[in-house]
């Protein structure tokens, strides 16, 4: 990666990934879209690089200096590019750590991993593999293809989902299959939408 990919990346981090809070822009007559097209980075296409490790952080709301990770990923490749004016991230062979309230609360591996700032989502296809790390809803799960609302603290795994979750001293060991399975990421609760447990 040149030491120009580099910076745009820091950048990319700054205002997609660092979540702090955003300026008000100062008020004067030049229009909104001119506004936009001024303060978007003048990309050449998309960046992409190797090896790339990426921190996707909230601001505090306690302690306005200090942040909460929501995502810590590793992945062989990364891209940055901009659909419109909203930055996206597309990672490949991504192995990733979810925090929720800045607790570690699972582990990701995946093919192909996408996320849009504006939508709060991140997107997990080709092969997606997830340990809930929530006692006492300690639990695997497997799908073609899921979807994290980071705002709603949910997450679908759609495309033959599959799910074990370990007993605890209340429940067995339960393995489903099913066309869906709806998590909650923040208290691991779950539901097997449309399969037999």
Request: charged letters at 25%.
């Amino acid at each position: 990666m040149t030491s120009l990919h580099k910076a745009i990346l820091v950048v990319f981090a700054a205002t997609f990934l660092g979540c702090g809070s955003k300026p008000k822009p100062a008020e004067n007559n030049i229009s909104k879209k001119a506004q936009a097209k001024a303060s978007s980075p003048a990309l050449p296409g998309a960046v992409k690089g190797k090896g790339w490790k990426i921190r996707w952080a909230t601001q505090d709301p306690k302690d306005s200096t200090k942040s909460i990770p929501l995502l810590i990923a590793d992945t062989d490749e990364g891209e940055l590019f901009y659909k419109g004016e909203v930055p996206n991230l597309r990672m490949r062979n991504v192995n990733a750590q979810i925090f929720q309230e800045g607790a570690h609360s699972a582990n990701v591996k995946a093919g192909l991993m996408e996320a849009n700032r504006k939508e709060s989502k991140l997107v997990g296809t080709r092969g997606v593999t997830i340990d809930m790390l929530i006692a006492p809803n300690l639990m695997q799960v497997t799908a073609d293809r899921v979807t994290w609302d980071t705002k709603a603290h949910t997450a679908l795994a759609e495309g033959s989902a599959h799910l074990n979750k370990a007993a605890t001293n209340k429940t067995p060991v339960i393995s489903s299959q099913a066309p869906k399975i709806w998590m909650d990421t923040k208290t691991g609760e779950f539901r097997i939408l449309g399969g037999t447990e």
